[in-house]
C-alpha cells in the first residue's frame, strides 16, 4: 500500500537467463531520490482522430504499485491513449489526473513532465550515436547520468561490449534494448511503455517483465501496450479498447 | 540548463561530423552557383561586380534553403522530437541551440568563404568586410525562419516544396537589405541604414522564432 513519500529504488540485479551473467564487481546502483507515486485517475476520456471517434468517456483510477495493460485490435487507438496519457496529444474530451491535479495544466502540467517517462514506438536511438552517447543525452532530458551508470544498465539489457558501436550496426532487438536501458536508469515513477517487447527475444522479454514487476512492487506506476500475454504475471489489469467501445 | 544547452551541442556536433556529407552539401552548392556564373555571363569585371551582391546572396539563401529542409525530419522519424517535447527542459531553447548549431557548421562557412567569392566576382576589396559582415547578420536570420518552416512542414513526407513556398516571402526583405547594402558600398554610400536594420532582423529572429520553431514541432509530434 502507498503511504506518503518511499523511496524507489531502479534494481540492480537482474539477470538475462543465460545470456550476461550480472557481474557482482560492480556495486548496485541506488538512487537516493525520493519520488512519491501517486494515484493515476483517467475522468471521461475520450479521443478523435480523423473525425472518427477511437474511444470516449473512459475513466479509470491507477494505485500506485499497479501495471496496467492497454490492449485491443489493431487501430483501436492503444497508442492514442498512451500518448495522450503521455501528454503528446490532447484528449477532445475529458481530463488525466496525477495526485488529483490536470496533467494538461499549469503546475500539474509541469510536475507530469518530471513524473512520467514515454518510451514511444519509436524508439529515439540515433544510428550515428553509440548506445552510450544516445542514453547520456536520452537521459540528460530529464536528469543526467554517469557513464558508469549507462555501463551498468547497458549489461543489464544484455549489450555489455556494445557501449561503443555506432547503433546503425546494431541489430532491430539491440536497438530497441539501447532505448529500453533507460528503466534501469531514469527515476520516473510512472512508466509508458508502447509495445515494448518489439523485436525482443524471450529471454529478453521475461527479464523485462521481471523489470517490470519490480517496478510495480517497488510503488511504481506502469501503463503499456503489447500485443504479448501478460496472463502470467500476477495483478497485470487489463483495459481493453476493443470492448471499450 | 547550461548542462542540457552543452550536452545538446555536443550531441549535434558528433551528429553533423559522423554524415560530413550533409554538412558539406550546402556549402558545395554555394560554390558552385557563385563560380558558374562568371562562365555563363562572361569575365568582364564591371558586369561581374554589378552582380556579385546578388549572386552570392542568392546563392547563400538558396543553399541555406536547401539544408534545412532535413533540420528536424530525422528527429522527427525516429522519435527523439517526442522525448524532447515531453522534457522537463523548454523545448524553445533545445531548438535555438539545434538551429544555431546547424548555422555554425553551414552558414559561418559561407560567411567564411564569401570574401574568396566576392573576388572572384571582382569586388573590390574595401567592399568586402560589407559583404562577410551583411551574411554575418543575414544568415542566421534564413537560419531561423527557415527552421520555423522546417518545422512545420515536419510531419508532411515531401515538406521541401512547401517549406520554399512558406518561407521565400519571409526572406525577401533579408535579401533586399544584404545586397541593398551591398550596392551601397560598391558605390561609397554609408550602409549603417542597412546595417542597422538587419541587426534588428537578427535580434527579432534571435528572440522570437524559438517560440515559433518550438510551436510548429509540438503540431508536428501531435499528429
Known sequence: MYNGARLIQVPVALKY???SPVNMSHPPRRFGVKVKPLPVELDGLACERDQRELFASLSLRLEPGEVLQVAGPNGSGKTSLLRIMAGLLSPSAGDMRYGGESVYRGAGRENWRQQRLFIGHAPAVKGALTAEENLAWLCALSNPVTTDQIWQALEQVGLRGFEDVPCHNLSAGQHRRVALARLYLEQHPVWILDEPFTAIDKAGVAALEGHIMQHAEQGGLVIMTTHHGLDHLPGVRCLDLGQVN | MRQIVWLLFCREWRLAWRRPGDLLNPLVFFALVVSLFPLAVGPEPSMLRAMAPGVIWVAALLATLLSLDGLFRSDYEDGSLEQWVLSPHPLELMVLVKVLHHWLVS???????????????????????????????????????????????VGLKSGGVLLALLILPLYIPV?????????????????????LWLGCLAVLALTLAPFAIAAGLRIGVSE
Open chain 1, 17 to 19: 537467463s543465460g545470456r
Open chain 2, 175 to 195: 535579401l533586399i537589405l544584404g545586397t541593398g547594402a551591398m550596392d551601397a558600398a560598391l558605390q561609397g554610400m554609408p550602409v549603417t541604414g542597412f546595417m
Open chain 2, 107 to 153: 552558414g559561418l562557412a559561407m560567411v567564411v568563404l564569401a570574401p574568396l567569392f566576392g573576388m572572384m566576382l571582382a569586388l573590390p576589396v574595401s567592399v568586402l568586410p560589407v559583404l562577410v559582415l551583411t551574411l554575418l547578420l543575414g544568415t542566421p536570420i534564413l537560419s531561423l525562419l527557415g527552421a520555423v518552416g522546417a518545422a512545420l512542414t
